[in-house]
């Protein structure tokens, strides 16, 4: 952390920004979408939004797409990450009914990202589940494996000659433990002995089938590339000589992303050989007939290895574990991972409770990746810092540095890093944080009919980033004022999308 020598991000490397359908689109009901678990489980329990401000217009990226490519535009960005709302164009989920106005939306779009020589980076899926399908169960329906491969084949066929990176599903620790393993997000169901494994399950599975179906239909054509995203922040232990505590942190690890990992990265396949032990065993003990974390078949395992082309790496913080004295609800997943996770009272706090710099963690969540699973091609999918209102954000300034200056000592040391994305590109809702956590490199005046956007200090710094390739903690701008310098023809556009 002391050598401070000039490193550069090498031409190939892409750069990027990203935003989510929920977050900021908007039009919630507007020309045929369908209802999403995050638009009941929002006007249900608006109590649970922090500031009231739920998705039902969010940045209004619905109507402002434009302004939003032009913002991109303006950073100079190789691409851009959004998600397609599945109730947008297919209202119940089914394919059964497809909702043409709700496709013309990406349609547009798409195609005007490319017209800049921006490439598309899709999510499939990114929390917002119509809400028919949750009626009958959503993601702990097993059924939701076919119904999320019959949406992705939807998808594919429009879009695949033009779209060249994937994101399957975001995040399912979030869907299946949030979501699903206890109300912190929609659906909010709560079912933290069974269902929330149920869930893991059949989102691997989901993902996995739709990367074999691209495999199968349209690599050879499109010569795309489908990944999953995975939250992967760094957890250790508190203390180094501590073996309860260094054991409590292998399962921390194992429990947050080891259980989405391992199946698809490993050489072996399946679910990590820690989580399988403790949950039959407490199982056991519980009086289950059988283990709460469902078995993966031979076909499953063969499934699942090795369906994917780069991992997708959200990384935002680092968590210290420690060996949990106290006893948690039982059962549930709380209980079988009996863990107590803190943070370095000294590291820079973000506006999120949750989010402190600690940029150390994302070399080691690198090495940590490289050692488990053989040196994987990683997208950085998501980084950010939350801070107040306000365009002076130095502090997302420095943590966007530290972490980037980070990323290139992994690099150096032979992470297969091959790209980075800044969550996020403009100011949207933070699910239940309502809108009084911002993320954006763009504000967002949310109190403005036209949700006017204006670029941050964060903003003019990344662009400066990406235009120099090398990460320069002196360097600040002359103004705030943010232009396009980038000319068309001065960008790659032939790109495949070759990682
Ligand atoms: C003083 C000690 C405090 C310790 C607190 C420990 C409590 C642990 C609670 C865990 C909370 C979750 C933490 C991690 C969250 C992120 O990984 C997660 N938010 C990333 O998801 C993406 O986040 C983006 C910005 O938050 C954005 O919302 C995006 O849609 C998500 O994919």
Redesign the pocket.
């Known amino acids: 952390w002391t050598d401070t020598r000039r490193r550069t991000f090498p031409q190939n490397f892409l750069f990027g920004a990203a935003s ?1 359908a929920y ?1 900021v689109e908007g039009a919630w009901n507007e020309d045929g979408k369908g209802e999403s678990i995050w638009d009941r489980f929002s006007h249900e329990h608006p109590e649970k939004i922090a500031d009231g401000r739920n998705g039902d217009v969010a940045s209004d990226s619905y109507h402002l797409w434009r302004r939003d490519v032009e913002m991109l535009r303006e950073l100079g960005v190789d691409f851009y990450r959004f998600s397609i709302s599945w109730p947008r164009v297919l209202p119940t989920g089914f394919p059964s009914s497809i909702n043409e106005a709700g496709f013309k939306y990406y349609d547009n779009l798409i195609d005007e990202l490319l017209k800049y020589d921006i490439q598309p980076m899709v999510t499939l899926y ?2 917002d589940l119509t809400q028919e399908l949750e009626d009958l169960g959503g993601w702990t329906n097993p059924l939701s494996v076919s119904w999320f491969e019959d949406y992705a084949k939807i998808v594919f066929k429009r879009y695949a000659e033009k779209v060249k990176f994937w994101i399957t599903i ?2 399912p620790n ?1 869907i299946c433990m949030e979501g699903y393993g206890s109300d912190l997000m929609a659906p909010g169901v709560n079912v933290k002995d069974v269902g929330a494994y149920e869930c893991v399950k059949n989102v691997l599975l989901a993902h996995a089938k739709a990367y074999r179906l691209y495999e199968k239909e349209f690599k050879k054509e499109h010569e795309g590339n489908v990944g999953i ?1 995975v ?1 992967v ?1 760094w957890f250790e232990s508190l203390d180094h000589n501590n073996t309860v505590n260094k054991e409590a942190a292998d399962r921390a690890r194992a429990f947050e992303f080891g259980i989405y990992l391992h199946p698809i990265f490993s050489k072996e396949g399946d679910f990590p050989p820690i989580i399988r032990t403790i949950v039959d065993k407490k199982s056991q003990e519980q009086g289950f007939k059988t283990s709460r974390l469902p078995k993966l078949s031979y076909e499953e395992i063969k499934l699942l290895r090795g369906s994917a082309d780069y991992l997708g790496m ?1 990384h ?2 680092t ?1 210290l574990v420690q060996h949990s004295e106290e006893k948690f609800e039982s059962p549930s997943v709380e209980d079988d991972r009996n863990t107590i ?3 370095g009272p000294e590291w820079t706090s973000g506006k ?4 402190k710099s600690a940029p150390y963690g994302l070399y080691k969540a690198c090495v940590h990746l490289n050692l488990n699973y053989d040196y994987p091609p990683i997208i950085i999918t ?1 980084h ?1 810092w ?1 801070t107040d209102k306000g365009l002076g954000d130095q502090s997302r300034v420095n943590n966007i540095r530290a972490y980037l200056g980070a990323l290139l000592l992994a690099m150096e040391d032979g992470t297969q890093v091959k790209g980075y994305t800044v ?2 590109l403009l100011d949207n809702v ?2 239940t944080a309502g809108t009084s ?1 911002r ?1 954006g490199l763009y504000e967002v005046d949310f109190e403005s009919e036209t949700k006017e956007r204006t670029a941050r200090l964060s903003a003019l710094v990344y662009k400066h980033i990406i235009e120099s390739r090398v990460v320069e903690d002196g360097w600040s701008p002359s103004s705030l004022k943010i232009e396009i310098t980038k000319k068309k023809d001065e960008k790659n556009n032939n790109y495949k999308g070759e990682l």
């Not at 999120?352 to 989010?355: D, E």
């Open positions: 989510s977050q990114h929390f975001n995040q979030t995203g939250a922040n959200n935002y913080t968590f996770y803190t943070q999120s409770s949750w989010l998501e950010g939350s969550w996020s933070e699910w956590e993320f």
